[in-house]
Each structure stands twice: as C-alpha cells, then as structure tokens.
C-alpha cells in the first residue's frame, strides 16, 4: 500500500521561507520520480516541482528560482524548500507519485504566505 505524508507547512510573512516534507511508503522509492502539486482556494491543482529517480528536477515557471525539490533516498523523503514566498504561493500543497500506471497522493499541508 502506497502512502505518501506531507509535513512542514503553515503560516509565514511574504519573502519568508519554508521547508516541506514527504515521506514515502510502499513503493521502492529510490526507483520512483516523485513530484509536488498545489491547490488554491478556488483553483484546480497545479503542478510545481518534479525529480526523477536519477535527481533530474524541474520548476513550473511561477516557482522556478524560488523554489529547490530534492530527494533523500535513504530516508525515502522528497523535500520541497520554499524560499521569497509570495501571497499566490497560498495552497494546500500535496505530494505526488505513480506506481504502476496509477497516481498516488498525500493528504496534503496548507500553507499560507500573509502578513
């Protein structure tokens, strides 16, 4: 069974910075490309930040330069440093990856960039 149990969000003052979390079960992860999604109030979820298996990363361009996805196979995590946080970057932000041909997700962590 496939789990995947984000961490790290909450509220922090616009140019503020963030580190979230997600630790991955069920699925052999060093193999496996793993990626973040977001959803606005209001909006459909989008796609952020992705690495392979082999560390190979990309940004959605709202978030590239601000944001850096890493991975830690050792600890089957995937992080998701976010840093010059801005009010748009407001989302509940949710881990994602596929196994076999379906599509797995974290219940997700909110976080709110006010001042």
């Known amino acids: 069974q496939v789990q995947l149990v984000e961490s790290g969000g909450g509220l922090v003052q616009p140019g503020g910075s963030l580190r979230l979390s997600c630790v991955a079960s069920g699925i052999i992860f060093r193999s496996n490309a793993m990626g973040w999604y977001r959803q606005a109030p209001g909006k459909e979820r989008e796609w952020v930040a992705g690495?392979?298996?082999?560390?190979?990363?990309n940004y959605a361009d709202s978030v590239k330069g601000r944001f850096l996805i890493s991975r830690t196979n050792a600890k089957n995590t995937v992080y998701l440093q976010m840093n010059s946080l801005k009010p748009e970057d407001t989302a509940v932000y949710y881990c994602?990856?596929?196994?076999?041909?379906?599509?797995?997700w974290g219940q997700g962590t909110q976080v709110t960039v006010s001042s």
């Open positions: 690495i392979t298996s082999g560390g190979y990363t």
């Open positions: 994602y990856t596929n196994r076999g041909g379906s599509d797995y």
